[in-house]
Protein backbone atom coordinates (compact mmCIF):
# COMPACT_ATOMS: atom_id res chain seq x y z
CA UNK A 1 0.00 0.00 0.00
CA UNK A 2 2.94 2.03 1.01
CA UNK A 3 4.01 2.26 -2.52
CA UNK A 4 1.41 4.15 -4.76
CA UNK A 5 1.60 6.52 -2.02
CA UNK A 6 5.95 7.01 -2.49
CA UNK A 7 5.30 7.48 -6.38
CA UNK A 8 2.54 9.83 -6.14
CA UNK A 9 4.71 12.37 -3.82
CA UNK A 10 7.75 11.67 -6.14
CA UNK A 11 6.07 12.25 -8.97
CA UNK A 12 4.31 15.76 -7.60
CA UNK A 13 7.53 16.91 -5.82
CA UNK A 14 9.32 16.23 -9.27
CA UNK A 15 6.78 18.17 -11.00
CA UNK A 16 7.17 21.19 -8.68
CA UNK A 17 11.13 21.08 -8.25
CA UNK A 18 10.36 21.60 -12.20
CA UNK A 19 8.01 24.10 -12.45
CA UNK A 20 10.45 26.12 -9.78
CA UNK A 21 13.45 25.41 -11.84
CA UNK A 22 11.69 26.66 -14.74
CA UNK A 23 9.93 29.64 -12.76
CA UNK A 24 13.92 30.52 -12.08
CA UNK A 25 14.98 30.27 -15.46
CA UNK A 26 12.56 32.54 -16.75
CA UNK A 27 12.46 35.15 -14.01
CA UNK A 28 16.71 35.04 -15.15
CA UNK A 29 15.89 35.75 -18.51
CA UNK A 30 13.43 38.13 -18.04
CA UNK A 31 15.97 39.80 -15.69
CA UNK A 32 19.18 40.17 -18.55
CA UNK A 33 16.42 40.98 -21.41
CA UNK A 34 15.81 43.96 -18.73
CA UNK A 35 19.10 44.90 -18.42
CA UNK A 36 20.02 44.79 -22.02
CA UNK A 37 17.28 46.96 -22.87
CA UNK A 38 18.00 49.84 -20.32
CA UNK A 39 21.99 49.47 -21.04
CA UNK A 40 20.99 49.81 -24.71
CA UNK A 41 18.31 52.04 -24.82
CA UNK A 42 20.39 55.63 -24.98
CA UNK A 43 22.59 54.45 -27.79
CA UNK A 44 19.60 53.43 -29.38
CA UNK A 45 18.21 56.31 -29.21
CA UNK A 46 21.35 58.26 -30.30
CA UNK A 47 20.96 56.14 -33.54
CA UNK A 48 17.53 56.64 -34.33
CA UNK A 49 17.64 60.07 -34.12
CA UNK A 50 21.22 60.96 -35.18
CA UNK A 51 21.86 61.74 -38.86
CA UNK A 52 23.59 58.86 -41.44
CA UNK A 53 27.34 59.46 -41.82
CA UNK A 54 27.13 61.46 -38.69
CA UNK A 55 29.92 60.68 -35.54
CA UNK A 56 27.11 60.72 -33.36
CA UNK A 57 25.47 57.41 -35.65
CA UNK A 58 28.79 55.85 -35.61
CA UNK A 59 29.68 56.05 -31.93
CA UNK A 60 25.96 54.66 -31.23
CA UNK A 61 27.10 52.01 -33.47
CA UNK A 62 30.26 51.34 -32.43
CA UNK A 63 28.86 50.97 -28.35
CA UNK A 64 25.75 48.78 -29.69
CA UNK A 65 28.27 46.69 -31.60
CA UNK A 66 30.71 46.42 -28.35
CA UNK A 67 27.84 45.52 -26.29
CA UNK A 68 26.62 42.77 -28.06
CA UNK A 69 30.25 41.76 -29.14
CA UNK A 70 29.77 42.41 -32.91
CA UNK A 71 28.12 43.58 -35.92
CA UNK A 72 24.19 43.56 -35.56
CA UNK A 73 20.88 45.04 -37.47
CA UNK A 74 20.73 48.38 -35.66
CA UNK A 75 17.36 48.47 -37.00
CA UNK A 76 16.24 45.38 -35.69
CA UNK A 77 18.20 45.87 -32.12
CA UNK A 78 16.72 49.29 -31.64
CA UNK A 79 12.89 48.11 -32.50
CA UNK A 80 13.54 45.96 -30.09
CA UNK A 81 14.90 47.41 -27.57
CA UNK A 82 12.46 50.48 -27.84
CA UNK A 83 9.50 48.84 -28.47
Known amino acids: MGLPLVLGVSGTLGSLSRSIADTVK ?4 TTIVN ?32 YVGGE ?12
Open 72 to 83: VNYAEVCKWVLG
Open 26 to 29: EDER
Open 35 to 66: TMKTDLTRDCLNWAFSKEDTKLERTAKNKIDD
